[in-house]
């Protein structure tokens, strides 16, 4: 009884934390810490069906982009964590030049789960220090850019990447963008960035977002068990699609494309 009582006392100061303040601090150790959790814990959730959900409305924004790359093109994966979407884009175009980048233990686990990718090139170091000979005709991002949550180094990764870009080459951003300290990784919204890459000359729109935020607060670290999580997932989903809901995304799809 004192322990259950105690537990909603944690959880209700964390709580109020969330909703009043919002740490800007750089989070590079997180991340670097956050690599040796178990699968796709390293990078998403610790709902095991939850995370696959994510998965499947995440490959599907990207294939539609992926189709439109020419052939023998290259692809920057930023933040590439453990490589689960580079690897997805190895075997979707195996024509590809790919490079993923993140922090060094991100790194070492990608490489390991990547042995049989002949056509990913790894790099360890921070998405602010990144520069490649070659231009890119994509950069993506996969809940990556946002994950930067000191603001000036956000915006200095945005010019960063931005500048990689070979003329007519796109960046693609599917980000938890939010300016509400509870949900806020970096305290930037989508409308900003928008604005910011417009301002350099690109040329940019947003598509629907992703996962229902109030749902994924519920389950998404929870033991809720696959078939009820699969469920809960969808109907968020659907949820979005309603018209004035779709501000209860928390992750935003943004396109920009650098003039050709
Ligand atoms: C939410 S995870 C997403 C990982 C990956 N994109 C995926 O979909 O599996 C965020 C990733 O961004 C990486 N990250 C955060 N700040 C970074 C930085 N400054 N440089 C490189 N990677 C960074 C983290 O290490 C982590 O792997």
């Not at 539609?64 to 023998?72: E, M, R």
Request: aromatic share 10%; charged share 25%; proline share 3%.
């Amino acid at each position: 009884m004192t322990i259950t009582r105690f537990r909603w006392l944690r959880r209700g100061r964390s709580l109020i934390r969330r909703i009043f303040t919002h740490s800007q601090t750089d989070n590079s150790a997180y991340w670097k810490h956050r690599a040796n959790d178990p699968g796709e814990a390293a990078v998403l959730y610790r709902n095991t069906e939850f995370n696959r959900c994510i998965r499947m409305s995440q490959f599907k924004i990207l294939d539609a982009h992926l189709q439109k790359l020419p052939n023998v093109g290259r692809l920057l994966d930023v933040g590439c964590g453990t490589g689960v979407m580079t690897r997805h884009v190895s075997k979707k175009r195996t024509d590809l030049d790919l490079v993923g980048v993140d922090f060094a233990e991100m790194i070492d686990r990608a490489k390991r789960e990547s042995v049989d990718y002949r056509n990913i090139t790894w790099h360890s170091k921070s998405i602010i220090e990144f520069h490649d000979q070659a231009d890119f005709n994509m950069v993506i991002s996969m809940g990556s850019l946002a994950a930067i949550r000191y603001e000036p180094h956000f915006w200095q990764a945005i010019d960063r990447v931005s500048s990689q870009l070979a003329p007519g080459g796109t960046l693609l951003m599917v980000d938890p963008l939010h300016t509400f300290n509870f949900l806020a990784r970096v305290k930037v919204s989508s409308v900003q960035v928008c604005q910011y890459l417009r301002a350099r000359g690109f040329d940019v729109h947003q598509e629907r977002g992703m996962i229902f935020w109030p749902i994924r607060e519920m389950i998404a670290n929870s033991s809720l068990n696959p078939k009820w999580t699969k469920r809960f997932y969808s109907m968020g989903e659907i949820l979005l699609k309603i018209p004035g809901l779709e501000r209860f995304s928390d992750y935003k799809t943004i396109i920009a494309s650098r003039p050709g």
